[in-house]
């Protein structure tokens, strides 16, 4: 199992545990807010956000995350109710089915798109734990 940190605001930033891998950013981040994050949790891998805010990141900040290889993903955490918890979290047969599906040979492509109408998750989230599950 994965667990995802739902941020709801920029104040959270400052909470965070430092050892978080990754975080989805459920407001509009500024550059400041980005690089409070990447200072704030220096192992972070991935920054997920949803599509009406990740088109609003600066090429600055895009270049900024590449240079420091954490990977911003397009999604949403659908269903997640943060009053009740504050990590989205991804079970283990979703991993199971990542590792079945490569040993049969199976296409990242159709791969992806077989767990993204199982799950409801974003293809590129599919995509960053597909290459990062052995």
């Known amino acids: 199992m994965m667990k995802i940190r739902v941020v709801s605001s920029k104040d959270e930033i400052n909470t965070l545990d430092p050892e978080e891998k990754i975080v989805h950013l459920a407001f509009r981040p500024s ?10 949790c220096p192992k972070i891998k991935a920054i997920h956000i949803p599509s009406s805010y990740i088109r609003t990141i600066s090429s600055s900040a895009r270049m900024y995350l590449k240079m420091q290889a954490i990977e911003l993903l397009e999604g949403d955490v659908w269903g997640h109710r943060k009053d009740i918890n504050e990590y989205y979290e991804i079970s283990q047969r979703v991993f199971d089915h990542i ?7 199976m296409p990242e492509v159709d791969l992806v798109e077989k767990l993204r109408r199982e799950t409801k998750m974003s293809p590129e989230l599919i995509s960053f734990l597909a290459k990062n599950v052995s």
């Open 31 to 40: 550059n400041q807010d980005i690089f409070s994050l990447v200072m704030r």
């Open 99 to 105: 590792k079945q599906y490569k040993s049969e040979g």
